[in-house]
């Protein structure tokens, strides 16, 4: 059972998201930027705040491998098992993307997406009922955070809400890893 103040900051968070609002909140790898992934006016905020050109992609969050079946028509098995069963957490790029906010879609019609294992997330994503925008909380082209104390005060003043949960964390945490399918249909890493 969580306590009171979990379940405070996740009430908190959906209200801000069911309004279109963008949140700065902890991930299961660095502190993120997010919004609902398919609120268009949501998204072009993020874009906004991080000084990002909207060609670069941004990476969704689910909860579970069902909810990636959503937004992705027919999905690659071999890169659903791979990122159910990694232990590092482990972004993929899904072709065939749907349901989502169109900016998030590239030309290729790709999507990166991530299953999310922290607890926190895991939750607003499971009550939203809908993925998560997660882009680090820099502004493009700076390094990004490795714990919230590292976010940027632009970042932070730009934001809707912060969320208050594992503020206090100053370990360092690292983006997750990115994989794909290459031509050949192997899993490739790109990062």
């Known amino acids: 059972m969580k306590d009171k103040s979990f379940e405070f900051e996740i009430g908190n968070c959906l209200k801000i998201?069911?309004?279109?609002?963008?949140?700065?909140?902890?991930t299961d790898t660095i502190w993120g930027i997010g919004c609902d992934a398919t609120n268009s006016v949501a998204i072009q905020k993020i874009y906004k705040l991080k000084k990002r050109e909207e060609?670069?992609?941004?990476?969704?969050?689910v909860d579970d491998e069902k909810m990636i079946h959503k937004y992705v028509f027919n999905p690659s098995e071999k890169i659903l098992s791979f990122i159910s069963s990694a232990e590092r957490p482990t972004t993929a790029i899904f072709s065939n993307a749907a349901n989502l906010a169109s900016q998030l879609i590239n030309e290729e019609r790709t999507i990166a997406i991530r299953i999310v294992k922290d607890d926190f997330c895991r939750q607003l994503i499971q009550q939203l009922k809908k993925p998560l925008v997660?882009?680090?909380?820099?502004?493009?082209?700076?390094?990004?955070?490795?714990?919230?104390?590292?976010?940027?005060?632009?970042?932070?003043?730009?934001v809707d809400y912060i969320v208050q949960h594992r503020q206090t964390d100053f370990s360092k945490h690292a983006p997750s890893s990115i994989i794909r399918l290459n031509t050949n249909n192997e899993i490739e890493f790109l990062r």
């Open 17 to 26: 998201l069911e309004t279109g609002g963008i949140i700065l909140y902890p």
């Open 134 to 158: 997660s882009t680090s909380a820099n502004i493009s082209g700076e390094l990004s955070p490795q714990n919230f104390i590292e976010v940027s005060g632009k970042i932070k003043t730009g």
């Open 55 to 61: 060609k670069k992609s941004l990476i969704i969050l």
